[in-house]
């Protein structure tokens, strides 16, 4: 699920949260990396993503999407089942009670299950974007483990499901600090997040 998806500017995401959404944001420069500019993120490539410190701020730090499998050393692990966090025997369970982090994206990408005839006269399969309906950016769980970062996924909405049986775990912009929370019980059940879906023509 979530083939990869498109982070914003640093400047733009460091804007919206602190004038918008007013977040305790710490003062760091990145105006000489490479994420002045959008970057659209795919397994194995480093992300900016937004971690909380023990002093109640939030700041960026890179991390590279996937973490190592144990079973597969040439395969990496990009996705977390939020079901499987608690488990005592679950890889998850320390990242998840320590490092929790927030994947910030202008939206996202999933393909579907039906496949369509394109004029080189190969069939490929229908692909859609995402993002999030009432807010300018798209907020995603995820959980860090050193340099490495998983995505979060949990049970697909009615409309998700007509393209993938799971998705993101998105986040409501106004309630960030809740996945910093031990208790989110209220993200879980937060209805009132809408998706845009958009089907993406090659």
Request: hydrophobic letters at 35%.
């Amino acid at each position: 699920m979530c083939s990869h998806y498109q982070q914003p500017s640093i400047k733009l995401m460091q804007q919206y949260l602190k004038e918008d959404l007013h977040l305790p944001l710490a003062d760091q420069d990145f105006s000489k990396s490479i994420y002045t500019e959008s970057q659209h993120i795919f397994p194995k490539k480093e992300s900016l993503l937004l971690l909380k410190s023990s002093s109640g701020k939030v700041g960026f730090m890179p991390k590279k999407w996937g973490y190592p499998n144990p079973f597969d050393e040439k395969k990496l692990i990009i996705n977390a089942r939020i079901e499987k966090m608690q488990y005592s025997n679950s890889m998850w369970r320390e990242s998840f009670q320590k490092r929790r982090c927030i994947i910030i994206a202008s939206q996202f990408f999933e393909a579907g299950y039906d496949t369509y005839l394109a004029e080189n006269g190969k069939r490929y399969r229908e692909k859609f974007s995402f993002k999030t309906k009432s807010a300018p950016l798209t907020f995603i769980a995820g959980i860090y483990e050193q340099d490495h970062f998983a995505m979060i996924t949990t049970q697909p909405t009615t409309s998700y499901a007509q393209v993938h049986d799971r998705m993101p775990l998105i986040l409501n912009a106004a309630n960030l600090n809740n996945w910093f929370q031990y208790d989110i019980s209220s993200i879980l059940n937060d209805k009132s997040i809408e998706l845009v879906k958009t089907p993406i023509l090659d």
